[in-house]
């Protein structure tokens, strides 16, 4: 028999019975009832970044839309995220003489990914993270708090914001147009109409247990983020991500992309699952993190020595570090570094606001002197930052660490007295991979084909990262994508 969808699908819905419909953890295709109990134009599952601005703009072409959202309150890792949008050639950026453009920055992303992004992909991507940014600022009124240069980056290119103030605005704007917004709703299945050959609409389970099934005239939207806080999914497609601590929202346990795959749904870049370095003992929040070792420090493990060039991208250094005896790794640095990684990021104030203190580390006078406070051989330390700041010079780091961050900014020799050090860990913020889509944001199929009525947009989506993502790419790209999604959909 030819492999399709088609047959796949023949096959789940002909195994369905009526029983089965209500089941909650069926693996098989709905069928969707003969009378809906509400239709819109547009349902958007997930009240994060993607899906409020996709809202955003359908209210925007007078589209009535549905946003069903399973936690109380909106939002999703959106609002508590570091708040980067990754965007090139913005105003801002020129006001401060920074030159950059889309083929930089895709070729950026194109060498973070180690190139098994899709290049269509990122090309989308990035032209939709200027033209959603332009309509945000437009439109908000919000200026970046700092432009800063991070992981994988060339020039700065991460437009820092409040991460809850640009969601919160999202929110509003669409409310304020029109949107009705369901919270406490989960959606559970897709529902598909075997005549049509398409997607529908949703089958939810509201607040009070009982199901509702939401029609929904120009295909269902996917945006219900990533998996960081589905164990048995990392397991599956990330075992050594499993142990990391996670502090995506409340709601990224994968429901999007499973949800697709029982239509058969393929994913990407699944395998490249990664914790974020920088983040200290225990963390809880964003503001637990320091991106320190992008200013000049080295990163060292339980034995004082480095693994890892310190400029590559935070996630590839994450895997690393939590990969080192008992997890453990520790940022070196002197005063100069500090002095250099302040105006950076004002969140840095926090860890070393002042000279010579540290509410999250160790100060000393000499190398030996600190790494004996951290519990670090003295003596191998002292072979290590020596070894290091031989090459500094010529940028000759045998580790390969040529550049400070991405290929921005000149290696610092550590040897300016106080010297710091902070122990660190890596976190999971979130997943950069899942649901396979084609630039107009179509969900497709383990044979390549689009599934019709089925559009993605947000972290739910594989192919844009490849093997490890660039800062100010993930809140961006939320957004962007919200818009390319609702394009696609509104020409339905
Ligand atoms: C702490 C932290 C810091 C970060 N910092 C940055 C940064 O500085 N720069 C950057 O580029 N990226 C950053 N990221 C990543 C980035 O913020 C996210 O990838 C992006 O915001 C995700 O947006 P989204 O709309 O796809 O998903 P989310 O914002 O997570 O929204 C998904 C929504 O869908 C809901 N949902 C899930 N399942 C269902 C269901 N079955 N039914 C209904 N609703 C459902 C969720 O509850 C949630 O509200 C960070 C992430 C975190 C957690």
Not at 181 to 202: C, M, Q, R, S
Not at 379 to 390: D, H, P, S, W
Not at 405 to 424: D, E, H, M, S
């Amino acid at each position: 028999m030819q492999k399709s969808r088609r047959n796949f699908l023949k096959a789940g819905l002909a195994s369905m019975s009526v029983a089965t419909f209500s089941s909650g953890s069926m693996a098989a295709p709905v069928e969707a009832p003969q009378k809906f109990d509400e239709t819109y134009d547009m349902v958007i599952l997930g009240a994060g970044g993607a899906g409020l601005s996709a809202a955003c703009h359908a209210l925007d072409k007078g589209l009535k839309v549905l946003v069903v959202e399973k936690m109380s309150f909106p939002g999703g890792s959106s609002a508590i995220s570091g708040g980067q949008w990754a965007v090139a050639g913005s105003k801002f950026q020129q006001e401060k003489g920074i030159k950059d453009d889309h083929a930089l920055f895709i070729k950026d992303m194109m060498q973070v990914g180690h190139g098994v992004c899709k290049p269509e992909l990122v090309d989308a991507f990035v032209k939709a993270s200027s033209i959603e940014f332009d309509w945000f600022i437009k439109n908000s009124g919000m200026k970046p708090i700092t432009i800063m240069v991070n992981s994988g980056m060339s020039v700065p290119r991460s437009h820092r914001f409040d991460s809850s103030k640009v969601t919160m605005f999202y929110h509003d704007y669409a409310v304020k147009h029109g949107a009705k917004i369901y919270f406490d709703t989960k959606a559970e299945h897709l529902l598909w109409n075997n005549a049509k050959k398409e997607i529908v609409g949703v089958q939810v389970k509201r607040e009070n247990g009982k199901k509702a099934f939401i029609g929904s005239k120009k295909g269902i939207l996917i945006a219900t983020g990533g998996f960081a806080r589905n164990k048995e999914l990392l397991a599956k497609y990330s075992p050594k991500s499993q142990n990391a601590v996670a502090i995506s929202g409340a709601g990224t346990t994968g429901d999007g992309m499973l949800m697709a795959q029982e239509y058969g749904a393929d994913v990407l870049d699944v395998a490249y699952v990664k914790p974020t370095y920088g983040f200290t003992l225990n963390p809880k929040h964003v503001a637990d993190k320091s991106s320190v070792f992008y200013a000049g420090a080295i990163i060292v493990n339980r034995d004082a020595k480095r693994f890892i060039r310190e400029n590559d991208s935070y996630k590839t250094i994450g895997e690393a570090a939590l990969s080192q005896k008992n997890g453990e790794s520790f940022m070196v640095f002197d005063e100069t570094i500090r002095i250099e990684a302040l105006p950076k990021d004002p969140r840095e104030k926090r860890f070393i606001g002042e000279k010579g203190k540290t509410d999250f580390g160790f100060v000393g006078n000499t190398i030996e002197d600190v790494a004996k406070k951290a519990g670090l051989d003295p003596k191998v330390l002292a072979q290590t930052v020596a070894e290091y700041n031989k090459h500094v010079p010529d940028a000759s780091d045998p580790m390969g660490r040529n550049t400070l961050a991405g290929n921005f900014g000149k290696p610092i020799a550590i040897q300016k007295p106080p010297f710091v050090i902070i122990p660190a860990t890596a976190c999971l913020l979130s997943t950069y991979c899942g649901l396979r889509v084609d630039p107009q944001l179509r969900v497709i199929d383990v044979f390549g084909k689009p599934i019709n009525g089925l559009f993605a947009a947000g972290e739910v989506c594989g192919g844009f990262h490849g093997e490890s993502s660039m800062s100010g790419t993930g809140f961006g790209k939320a957004f962007s994508l919200g818009r390319l999604a609702f394009e696609s959909m509104s020409k339905r």
